[in-house]
C-alpha cells in the first residue's frame, strides 16, 4: 500500500508506549505530522520522551480517543480484536496501517533498504552498521530494537540515502501474520542466523525458513545478501539469490572472514579481512559472536563503498547498545551486566563471552524465563546446556505461568535439578526482593554477575545495583 501522505496530517497511534511505536511516533513528530497516541501502560522513560516531544497520549483506550477523526490510525502489535479503540476504529472505517507498514511508507520508502535479520544479533549488528555509517559521515536513517549509546535513541529518520532496519520475523499485527521484515523494502539483507524462536506463532523450523525465502524473494536484482556461511540454514537458503550474495565466517572460506580472534580487557581483537586487504580491528564487545555481526556491517560497509580503515575506526568508536551486555556496576572486583540474552544460544554466547573477558571470575547466570518461547518446555534441555556456562545460576519467576498450560509450560524445578547434575549451584527465587538480597549479600570480590531476560525481570537489575552500592560502595564505572 502507497500512502497518500499529501492527505495525512494527523496520525494516532493506538499502543504508542511502546518502544518501537513510542520511537515510530517521534519520528513522525519530527517530520511534521500531527501525532497523538493512546496506551494502557504510560510509564517512564517513554511516557517522558513523548511528553518532551509534545506527543499528547490518553492514558487508557476509549473510542473517544479517535475523536476527532485522525487521518490514519497505526495499530501497535500488541493490541488484538476486542479492544475498544480497535474497535471503534474499524467500525468508523477509519484507515489503519501496522507499524512496518508506516515505517515502510513514511521513511524507508525512497532509500537504500538495509535490512538485519536473524535470531540472534539483530540489535547489535544494526547499532554497529548505523554508527559506522554515521561514523564515515552517511548519516543514516534506522529503525532498532534497542538504543545503541552513540545516537542514545532508537531511531532516527536520517538525512542520507541508507535506512537501517532491525528485520524482526515475528508476525506484523492482528490483521497481518506475515513477519515485519516483509514490509521493508529490502535492498540489502544480512542474514545472520536461523534457529526455531517464537513458538508462540511459529509451529516448527519450516515455517520461520519459508519467512526467510519469502523475504530473501523479494530484494531486487541490484540488491545484496550478506550470508553467514557457519550458519548451516543459511547456506542453505542464500544458495541460490536473485542479487548478487557476498558471505562471511569465523572458520575461513568465505568473502569476509575473521583471523586472530583473541578477548580483550575491553572487548575482541581480530584480523578483519576481505577482498579489498586486511586490517586489524579493535571490537569493543565480547565474544566471538559479536566478530561475526561485525563481519557482516563490514560487508555491507564496503558495498557502500568505506574503507577498511573507516570500517576499523569506527568499530573501535562503537558504545554497544544498552541491555546488550551492559555494564551496570563495576566495583571491589565486582561486576554486574544487562543482557537481553533469552533464546539457549543467546545464553550461551553471552556467558562464554563474559568468561573469555573475565578470565578465572566466578559467574552468576541470573536468567529469568520470559519470552513465548523459553516459557515453555520446547527448551527445557537446551536451557540447562546453555545456563550451565555459569557457575552460579538463578531462575526467577516464570513469566505468567498461568497462561500457559501446565503440561506446555517449562519445568522449573527439572530444570534446577538438570543444572546441578551438570555442576552449576542452581536454585530458583521467584521473589525478585529475596533474589537481589541474596546475590548482593553472597557477592564477592572477582564476581561477574549477569542478569538476562527479555523484559524488565521486576526492576532486579535496580535492585540489585542498590544493594551492591549500599555493601561495596559506588560503582567505579559503568557503560
Not at 541460490?240 to 568465505?254: N, Q, R
Not at 580472534?261 to 577482498?275: E, Q, R, S
Request: glycine share 8%; proline share 4%.
Amino acid at each position: 500500500m502507497l500512502l497518500p501522505s499529501a492527505d495525512i496530517r494527523h496520525l494516532h497511534l493506538i499502543g504508542i508506549c511502546g518502544t518501537a511505536m513510542g520511537a515510530l511516533a517521534v519520528l513522525l513528530k519530527e517530520r511534521g505530522f500531527r501525532v497523538t497516541g493512546s496506551d494502557n501502560a504510560v510509564y517512564p522513560p517513554m511516557s517522558e520522551v513523548l511528553r518532551d516531544h509534545e506527543i499528547r497520549v490518553a492514558p487508557a483506550y476509549s473510542p473517544d480517543n479517535i475523536t476527532p477523526r485522525p487521518d490514519l490510525v497505526v495499530i501497535g502489535n500488541a493490541l488484538s480484536r476486542g479492544n475498544e479503540e480497535v474497535e471503534a476504529v474499524l467500525e468508523r472505517k477509519i484507515p489503519f496501517v501496522s507499524l512496518p507498514e508506516a515505517l515502510r511508507e513514511f521513511f524507508i520508502r525512497g532509500s537504500t533498504s538495509i535490512v538485519v535479520t536473524g535470531t540472534h544479533g539483530k540489535t547489535t549488528t544494526s547499532s554497529l552498521l548505523a554508527w559506522i555509517l554515521d561514523f564515515a559521515g552517511l548519516q543514516p536513517g534506522f529503525m532498532i530494537g534497542g538504543v545503541p549509546a552513540n545516537f542514545g535513541v532508537g531511531a532516527r529518520k536520517g538525512s542520507g540515502r541508507f535506512f537501517v532496519s532491525e528485520g524482526d520475523e515475528y508476525d506484523t499485527a492482528f490483521f497481518d501474520k506475515r513477519s515485519k521484515f516483509l514490509h521493508y523494502l529490502p535492498d540489502i539483507v544480512i542474514v545472520n542466523n536461523i534457529e526455531f524462536d517464537h513458538a508462540d506463532i511459529f509451529r516448527d523450523i519450516g515455517e520461520i525458513e519459508l519467512s526467510f525465502r519469502r523475504l530473501l524473494n523479494i530484494i531486487p536484482r541490484n540488491g545484496l545478501v550478506v550470508a553467514n556461511r557457519d550458519d548451516s540454514r543459511v547456506v542453505r537458503l542464500t544458495e541460490h539469490t536473485w542479487p548478487p550474495k557476498v558471505t562471511f565466517s569465523l572458520s575461513g572460506d568465505a568473502n569476509w572472514q575473521a583471523r586472530n580472534v583473541c578477548g580483550t580487557a575491553c572487548g575482541t581483537a581480530f584480523d578483519l579481512v576481505g577482498p579489498f586487504g586486511q586490517v586489524t580491528c579493535e571490537l569493543p564487545l565480547f565474544g566471538r559472536h559479536n566478530v561475526s555481526n561485525a563481519l557482516a556491517v563490514a560487508a555491507v560497509c564496503a558495498h557502500a563503498g568505506m574503507s577498511l580503515e573507516q570500517i576499523r575506526d569506527g568499530m573501535r568508536s562503537f558504545k554497544g547498545v544498552r541491555r546488550r551486555l551492559e555494564k551496570l556496576y563495576d566495583a571491589h572486583e565486582i561486576v554486574l551486566y544487562d543482557d537481553f540474552a533469552h533464546h539457549p544460544t543467546a545464553i550461551t554466547e553471552t556467558l562464554r563471552g563474559v568468561k573469555a573477558a573475565h578470565h578465572g571470575s566466578r559467574v552468576w547466570a541470573i536468567f529469568e524465563p520470559r519470552s513465548n518461547t523459553t516459557v515453555r518446555r520446547f527448551f527445557q534441555t537446551e536451557l540447562a546446556d546453555a545456563l550451565a556456562h555459569g557457575d552460579v545460576v538463578r531462575l526467577g519467576a516464570l513469566h505468567r505461568n498461568d497462561k500457559i498450560p501446565e503440561s506446555e509450560r517449562l519445568d522449573i524445578a527439572r530444570l534446577v535439578s538438570d543444572l546441578r547434575e551438570r555442576g552449576a549451584d542452581a536454585e530458583s527465587v521467584p521473589d525478585v526482593s529475596r533474589l537481589s538480597e541474596e546475590i548482593a549479600s553472597h557477592a564477592r570480590a572477582g564476581d561477574v554477575i549477569v542478569v538476562m531476560s527479555n523484559g524488565g525481570f521486576g526492576g532486579l537489575t535496580g535492585l540489585l545495583r542498590d544493594a551492591l552500592e549500599k555493601r561495596f560502595g559506588a560503582s567505579e564505572s559503568a557503560t
